[in-house]
């Protein structure tokens, strides 16, 4: 009831963006575009008061800063989550349709060979898949579910393997040649991304050089000289 009140003060092209966030998020996303924009508001009320009434020259600083906090708060809140999940299903889709091809190979057609995928595996990938199988069973076509699905995959390396399913289920050509080009390329995009990761560990290695170990190795250097000057006094 709450909710369904608070939803007339909200645009819709606000809740629209925030509810595309969230199916970015999967099917098992708990969060609600309602219930986040009431704390989007509530909290910024809270830091605008905090603000005005605790730090110095607050009427100045207080809507600045409210608005950035407002302003950036579904980036903060949800772009690292995706960003997460997305690379989490990028190394899901590397099984995935491993299994699937296999699967096309030993005679069953794309719908079955993806039930069968889906439900022998158990991944955030399969799972979206198997939301697929169930919404197809519930009476949508095999091309509403799939489309349905790209809404919900942050991967653009995914997405792209959903459509050549979609071309296949359309005009019934075999797939399974590009399922293994796309599972090289998924393979190969999955070891750049290692070897970038570890390029930048030296500079992250560094960074905690600078800041903590060699302060420390300065003051057990320099310990006994404080120690000393201090005794003398």
Excluded: C, W
């Excluded at 299903?89 to 096309?104: G, P, R, T, V």
């Excluded at 796309?182 to 050089?209: G, T, W």
């Amino acid at each position: 009831m709450i909710n369904r009140i608070a939803s007339y003060f909200y645009r819709d092209k606000t809740l629209n963006e925030i509810e595309k966030k969230i199916k970015l998020l999967g099917i098992n996303s708990k969060y609600n575009a309602i219930s986040f924009m009431n704390f989007r508001v509530f909290s910024s009320i809270l830091i605008f008061i905090i603000i005005l009434f605790n730090v110095n020259f607050g009427y100045i600083l207080s809507p600045i800063i409210t608005y950035l906090y407002y302003h950036f708060l579904p980036n903060i809140f949800f772009d690292n989550k995706i960003k997460d999940r997305e690379r989490k299903l990028n190394h899901d889709a590397l099984y995935f349709f491993e299994i699937l091809a296999l699967s096309i190979e030993s005679g069953n057609n794309l719908t079955s060979a993806l039930d069968v995928t889906s439900k022998s595996i158990d991944s955030e990938l399969s799972l979206e898949f198997r939301e697929v199988m169930r919404e197809v069973e519930y009476g949508k076509s095999f091309d509403e579910a799939l489309e349905s699905l790209k809404g919900r995959i942050p991967s653009d390396t995914v997405n792209n393997l959903i459509l050549n399913l979609r071309e296949s289920s359309i005009f019934g050509n075999s797939i399974i040649d590009t399922l293994y080009n796309q599972i090289d390329y998924i393979r190969e995009k999955i070891v750049l991304e290692n070897r970038a990761y570890i390029s930048k560990l030296p500079i992250k290695i560094s960074m905690i050089s600078v800041l903590f170990f060699i302060p420390l190795l300065l003051m057990i250097i320099m310990s006994p000289l404080i120690l000393k000057f201090f005794l003398k006094n």
